[in-house]
């Protein structure tokens, strides 16, 4: 095992983690390939920002002509559609050979293009919500139709665990906040849950419960067009 200098997290000392260098101590490089691949990015984007010039500069002496470039393409293109098993196998056994790297570069990636692109992916989040808006209100209800029973007992079993801190919580909550609490009550009152409990839950005969329900309606019905 081997702590990278860079990023302080401890590796196994394999090529899988550590690159290999005779100079360097056990001839590993002590920081990671992860951490180390990440500078290089760095570097050269660095490099690009300040050298635009004689960058575009040696790209436009060594530009490869435009019909060599086409015929370059043409062929692969073609490799890759006479070849597609292959293909893909190769890219698996890649993928398989640099597994933890190419994940571990991943993340770090992501998680440095979220830094820098923060307001984008908000929008982006925020585009697809909307987007999805109904599709994901249909998917919530499914959800909660199909596990009422599961939902129910995790509820009752979180009461239950938790009865004294949280009924103390809300007390206090009340005594902070005697406006908030007095309208909580006030709806509370015009519940069918209430009611139906003032009726003697649910014994009471269903005529009534009907009549009680239309009563409660019909007064929030008022209250909204006051
Ligand atoms: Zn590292």
Not at 15 to 40: V, W
Request: one cysteine or more; charged letters at 35%.
């Amino acid at each position: 095992m081997r702590t990278c200098k860079k990023c302080g997290v401890e590796k196994e000392l394999t090529t899988h983690f550590f690159g290999r260098s005779k100079a360097s101590l056990g001839g590993y490089l002590t920081s990671c390939k992860p951490c180390n691949a990440d500078r290089k990015c760095q570097y050269s984007k660095k490099y690009r920002a300040t050298h635009k010039e004689s960058i575009a500069a040696s790209a436009k002496k060594y530009k490869m002509p435009d019909a060599v470039r086409a015929r370059r393409n043409a062929t692969s293109a073609t490799y890759r559609l006479n070849n597609k098993e292959k293909v893909k196998l190769n890219q698996a056994a890649y993928f398989a050979k640099h597994r933890v790297r190419l994940i571990e570069l991943g993340k770090v990636r992501s998680k440095e293009w979220l830094k820098n692109n923060r307001d984008k992916a908000h929008a982006t989040r925020k585009a697809w919500e909307a987007k999805n808006k109904k599709g994901r209100a249909e998917y919530r209800k499914a959800y909660l139709a199909e596990n009422r029973g599961t939902i129910a007992a995790y509820k009752k079993e979180y009461w239950e665990k938790n009865r004294v801190h949280l009924s103390e919580y809300r007390m206090e909550h009340a005594r902070k906040n005697p406006e908030e609490e007095r309208g909580r009550r006030e709806a509370a009152k015009n519940s069918d849950c209430y009611m139906l409990r003032m009726l003697g839950g649910g014994s009471a005969p269903q005529e009534l419960i009907k009549a009680k329900r239309l009563q409660l309606q019909i007064l929030r019905e008022t209250r909204k067009c006051k």
